[in-house]
């Protein structure tokens, strides 16, 4: 190209280069569908490993494969409650006393108020 060309254009904006005569790579298109009954096709390189499963255009949800490749569910762990957390500190009895100790201060302070 000459110097002409290139006047009046911002170097980088732009790219000069066409798509005549080249080979793409060879692509694949994998449907997803999503619990909302969405459908929608993603191209892929046919050489990629294809993932279970894949964020909904439309409204965001995880949707999954069409051809009925399913994800493995993962085992997870229950969540850990108060209350798991409270009797690793503390046995039953301990906690006993300390209702115990408590109500007995709650009670002295409605006599007094009473």
């Keep these: 190209m000459g110097e002409r060309a290139l006047r009046g254009t911002r170097l980088g904006a732009t790219s000069y280069e066409n798509d005549r005569n080249t ?17 929608f096709d993603v191209p892929l ?25 399913q994800p493995e569910s993962k085992k997870t762990k229950p969540p850990r ?3 798991d957390m409270l009797l690793e500190r503390r046995s039953i009895e301990d ?20």
Excluded: F
């Excluded at 909904?56 to 069409?66: D, E, I, L, S």
């Excluded at 115990?100 to 009473?114: D, P």
């Design 95 to 114: 906690l006993e006393e300390v209702l115990n100790e408590r109500l007995a201060v709650l009670r002295a302070q409605r006599r007094k108020s009473a």
């Design 81 to 83: 409650t108060h209350w």
């Design 45 to 69: 390189a046919a050489e990629a490993e294809i993932p279970s499963t894949w964020e909904c255009r439309m409204c965001g949800v995880t949707a999954v494969r069409v051809d009925g490749e």
């Design 23 to 39: 080979d793409l790579a060879p692509r694949q298109e994998v449907s997803y569908t999503c619990p909302k009954g969405h459908r």
